[in-house]
Protein backbone atom coordinates (compact mmCIF):
# COMPACT_ATOMS: atom_id res chain seq x y z
CA UNK A 1 0.00 0.00 0.00
CA UNK A 2 1.20 3.14 -0.93
CA UNK A 3 1.60 6.20 2.23
CA UNK A 4 2.22 9.48 2.34
CA UNK A 5 3.28 11.27 5.62
CA UNK A 6 3.65 15.35 6.53
CA UNK A 7 4.33 15.57 9.78
CA UNK A 8 4.24 19.12 10.24
CA UNK A 9 0.31 19.79 10.46
CA UNK A 10 0.93 23.71 10.68
CA UNK A 11 3.99 26.10 10.17
CA UNK A 12 4.09 29.97 10.92
CA UNK A 13 7.06 32.05 9.98
CA UNK A 14 7.83 36.02 9.05
CA UNK A 15 8.17 36.81 5.98
CA UNK A 16 11.30 36.38 4.04
CA UNK A 17 12.34 33.52 6.47
CA UNK A 18 13.05 29.73 4.66
CA UNK A 19 11.12 27.11 5.48
CA UNK A 20 10.76 23.29 4.58
CA UNK A 21 8.14 21.53 4.48
CA UNK A 22 8.68 17.32 5.32
CA UNK A 23 7.29 14.89 3.25
CA UNK A 24 7.90 11.10 3.75
CA UNK A 25 6.60 8.33 1.48
CA UNK A 26 5.90 4.68 1.74
CA UNK A 27 5.76 2.25 -1.52
CA UNK A 28 6.75 -1.00 -2.91
CA UNK A 29 6.47 0.06 -6.55
CA UNK A 30 10.14 0.59 -7.73
CA UNK A 31 8.78 3.10 -10.49
CA UNK A 32 6.42 6.26 -8.87
CA UNK A 33 5.97 9.70 -9.03
CA UNK A 34 5.72 12.15 -6.78
CA UNK A 35 3.78 15.74 -6.64
CA UNK A 36 3.64 19.00 -4.78
CA UNK A 37 0.49 20.76 -4.89
CA UNK A 38 -0.90 24.14 -2.99
CA UNK A 39 -4.44 24.61 -1.87
CA UNK A 40 -4.74 28.73 -1.51
CA UNK A 41 -7.88 29.96 0.34
CA UNK A 42 -9.84 29.19 -2.87
CA UNK A 43 -10.07 26.01 -2.76
CA UNK A 44 -8.09 24.69 -5.95
CA UNK A 45 -5.17 22.72 -5.98
CA UNK A 46 -2.58 24.28 -7.89
CA UNK A 47 -0.01 21.75 -9.43
CA UNK A 48 3.67 22.88 -8.50
CA UNK A 49 5.83 20.09 -9.18
CA UNK A 50 6.42 15.75 -10.15
CA UNK A 51 9.34 14.25 -9.83
CA UNK A 52 9.53 10.25 -10.93
CA UNK A 53 11.54 8.02 -8.81
CA UNK A 54 14.34 7.64 -11.32
CA UNK A 55 15.01 10.90 -11.11
CA UNK A 56 16.94 11.89 -8.07
CA UNK A 57 17.76 15.07 -9.02
CA UNK A 58 17.03 18.14 -6.98
CA UNK A 59 15.42 21.30 -8.58
CA UNK A 60 15.01 24.83 -8.12
CA UNK A 61 12.41 26.79 -9.60
CA UNK A 62 12.42 30.59 -8.28
CA UNK A 63 12.17 30.38 -4.61
CA UNK A 64 11.13 27.10 -4.74
CA UNK A 65 13.14 23.85 -4.71
CA UNK A 66 12.66 20.58 -3.74
CA UNK A 67 14.90 17.71 -2.46
CA UNK A 68 14.16 14.22 -3.43
CA UNK A 69 16.07 11.22 -1.82
CA UNK A 70 15.30 8.07 -2.23
CA UNK A 71 17.78 6.56 0.80
CA UNK A 72 15.40 8.26 3.06
CA UNK A 73 12.03 7.72 1.51
CA UNK A 74 11.52 11.59 1.46
CA UNK A 75 10.61 14.21 -1.57
CA UNK A 76 11.12 18.21 0.93
CA UNK A 77 9.86 21.24 -0.08
CA UNK A 78 11.60 24.50 0.50
CA UNK A 79 10.51 28.16 0.40
CA UNK A 80 13.42 30.91 0.35
CA UNK A 81 12.51 33.96 1.54
CA UNK A 82 9.06 33.49 2.04
CA UNK A 83 6.33 35.22 1.04
CA UNK A 84 2.47 36.19 2.71
CA UNK A 85 1.20 34.99 -0.66
CA UNK A 86 2.33 31.76 0.02
CA UNK A 87 0.29 31.06 3.11
CA UNK A 88 -1.75 27.74 2.03
CA UNK A 89 -1.72 24.13 2.90
CA UNK A 90 0.34 22.22 0.90
CA UNK A 91 0.36 18.93 -0.18
CA UNK A 92 2.58 15.77 -1.03
CA UNK A 93 1.32 12.86 -2.97
CA UNK A 94 2.74 9.71 -4.44
CA UNK A 95 1.11 7.97 -7.55
CA UNK A 96 2.20 4.61 -9.49
CA UNK A 97 0.48 5.82 -13.08
CA UNK A 98 -0.35 9.69 -12.30
CA UNK A 99 -4.09 8.89 -12.09
CA UNK A 100 -4.82 8.27 -8.50
CA UNK A 101 -2.76 10.06 -6.30
CA UNK A 102 -2.42 9.50 -2.73
CA UNK A 103 -2.22 12.41 -0.64
CA UNK A 104 -0.61 13.33 2.53
CA UNK A 105 -2.70 15.11 4.92
CA UNK A 106 -1.37 18.34 3.81
CA UNK A 107 0.98 21.15 6.06
CA UNK A 108 -0.54 24.37 6.63
CA UNK A 109 1.94 27.54 6.47
CA UNK A 110 1.37 30.70 7.89
CA UNK A 111 3.12 33.52 6.26
CA UNK A 112 2.87 36.55 8.90
CA UNK A 113 4.34 40.00 7.55
CA UNK B 1 -6.39 27.91 -22.34
CA UNK B 2 -9.40 27.56 -20.23
CA UNK B 3 -8.65 25.30 -16.95
CA UNK B 4 -11.16 22.36 -15.26
CA UNK B 5 -14.39 23.69 -13.90
CA UNK B 6 -16.83 22.54 -11.99
CA UNK B 7 -20.42 23.53 -11.16
CA UNK B 8 -22.12 24.40 -9.09
CA UNK B 9 -19.21 25.30 -6.89
CA UNK B 10 -21.41 25.30 -4.04
CA UNK B 11 -24.64 23.01 -2.90
CA UNK B 12 -26.66 22.38 0.26
CA UNK B 13 -28.70 19.66 0.37
CA UNK B 14 -30.49 17.56 2.77
CA UNK B 15 -29.81 13.77 4.24
CA UNK B 16 -31.64 10.92 2.02
CA UNK B 17 -31.55 13.53 -1.13
CA UNK B 18 -29.19 12.79 -4.47
CA UNK B 19 -26.78 15.01 -5.68
CA UNK B 20 -24.89 15.49 -9.33
CA UNK B 21 -21.63 17.39 -9.72
CA UNK B 22 -20.09 18.26 -12.73
CA UNK B 23 -16.83 19.07 -14.43
CA UNK B 24 -15.62 20.13 -17.84
CA UNK B 25 -11.55 19.35 -18.28
CA UNK B 26 -8.98 21.12 -19.77
CA UNK B 27 -9.51 21.10 -23.77
CA UNK B 28 -7.81 17.91 -24.95
CA UNK B 29 -7.40 16.32 -21.90
CA UNK B 30 -9.29 12.82 -21.84
CA UNK B 31 -8.69 11.47 -18.36
CA UNK B 32 -10.96 12.80 -15.47
CA UNK B 33 -10.64 12.41 -11.83
CA UNK B 34 -12.61 12.99 -8.37
CA UNK B 35 -11.34 13.36 -5.10
CA UNK B 36 -13.22 13.67 -1.91
CA UNK B 37 -11.72 16.19 0.88
CA UNK B 38 -12.91 16.41 4.29
CA UNK B 39 -11.45 17.67 7.44
CA UNK B 40 -11.28 14.32 8.91
CA UNK B 41 -10.11 11.98 5.99
CA UNK B 42 -8.11 14.56 3.86
CA UNK B 43 -7.99 14.31 0.23
CA UNK B 44 -9.19 10.44 -1.14
CA UNK B 45 -9.45 9.89 -4.33
CA UNK B 46 -13.28 8.57 -5.54
CA UNK B 47 -12.40 7.25 -9.20
CA UNK B 48 -11.32 8.23 -12.67
CA UNK B 49 -12.73 7.75 -15.99
CA UNK B 50 -11.55 7.45 -19.52
CA UNK B 51 -12.70 7.25 -22.36
CA UNK B 52 -16.06 7.04 -20.85
CA UNK B 53 -14.81 3.76 -19.11
CA UNK B 54 -14.01 4.08 -15.10
CA UNK B 55 -10.59 2.94 -15.08
CA UNK B 56 -9.92 3.39 -11.18
CA UNK B 57 -11.79 3.17 -8.09
CA UNK B 58 -11.31 3.78 -4.61
CA UNK B 59 -12.76 3.18 -1.89
CA UNK B 60 -16.50 4.68 -1.52
CA UNK B 61 -19.50 2.82 -1.36
CA UNK B 62 -21.58 2.19 -4.64
CA UNK B 63 -23.64 5.58 -3.59
CA UNK B 64 -20.89 7.13 -4.90
CA UNK B 65 -20.68 6.67 -9.40
CA UNK B 66 -19.44 8.43 -12.13
CA UNK B 67 -19.91 8.92 -15.60
CA UNK B 68 -17.69 10.34 -18.73
CA UNK B 69 -19.39 11.84 -21.75
CA UNK B 70 -17.64 11.59 -25.08
CA UNK B 71 -16.52 14.70 -24.77
CA UNK B 72 -14.79 13.89 -21.85
CA UNK B 73 -16.78 15.82 -19.33
CA UNK B 74 -17.46 13.93 -16.52
CA UNK B 75 -20.23 14.11 -13.93
CA UNK B 76 -20.66 12.47 -10.26
CA UNK B 77 -23.60 11.01 -7.95
CA UNK B 78 -24.14 10.92 -4.64
CA UNK B 79 -27.25 8.93 -3.96
CA UNK B 80 -29.23 8.67 -0.27
CA UNK B 81 -26.88 11.54 1.07
CA UNK B 82 -25.58 11.25 4.34
CA UNK B 83 -24.27 14.38 6.63
CA UNK B 84 -20.72 12.45 6.28
CA UNK B 85 -20.81 12.96 2.85
CA UNK B 86 -20.67 16.77 3.04
CA UNK B 87 -17.31 17.80 1.70
CA UNK B 88 -15.24 19.61 -1.07
CA UNK B 89 -15.29 17.03 -4.20
CA UNK B 90 -12.08 17.53 -6.61
CA UNK B 91 -12.09 17.28 -10.11
CA UNK B 92 -8.62 16.67 -12.31
CA UNK B 93 -8.33 16.43 -15.42
CA UNK B 94 -4.92 15.44 -17.33
CA UNK B 95 -4.14 14.80 -20.80
CA UNK B 96 -3.32 10.74 -20.51
CA UNK B 97 -1.37 10.75 -24.08
CA UNK B 98 -0.32 7.31 -23.30
CA UNK B 99 2.97 8.08 -21.76
CA UNK B 100 4.31 7.26 -18.60
CA UNK B 101 3.21 9.91 -16.25
CA UNK B 102 0.39 12.43 -16.58
CA UNK B 103 -0.10 15.64 -14.45
CA UNK B 104 -3.44 16.18 -12.82
CA UNK B 105 -4.85 19.89 -12.92
CA UNK B 106 -7.37 20.57 -10.44
CA UNK B 107 -10.84 22.75 -10.94
CA UNK B 108 -11.87 24.99 -8.45
CA UNK B 109 -14.31 22.20 -6.48
CA UNK B 110 -17.73 21.95 -5.28
CA UNK B 111 -18.70 22.69 -1.78
CA UNK B 112 -21.43 20.13 -0.70
CA UNK B 113 -23.11 20.61 2.37
CA UNK B 114 -25.35 18.00 3.45
CA UNK B 115 -27.91 19.00 6.25
Known amino acids: ?30 TYYL ?14 IRRNSFD ?11 NFQKSTSSFNFTITASQVVDSAVYFCALSKYGNKLVFGAGTILRVKS | KAGVTQTPRYLIKTRGQQVTLSCSPISGHRSVSWYQQTPG ?58 GALDTQYFGPGTRLTVL
Open chain 2, 41 to 98: QGLQFLFEYFSETQRNKGNFPGRFSGRQFSNSRSEMNVSTLELGDSALYLCASSLDSG
Open chain 1, 35 to 48: FWYKQPPSGELVFL
Open chain 1, 1 to 30: AQKVTQAQTEISVVEKEDVTLDCVYETRDT
Open chain 1, 56 to 66: EQNEISGRYSW
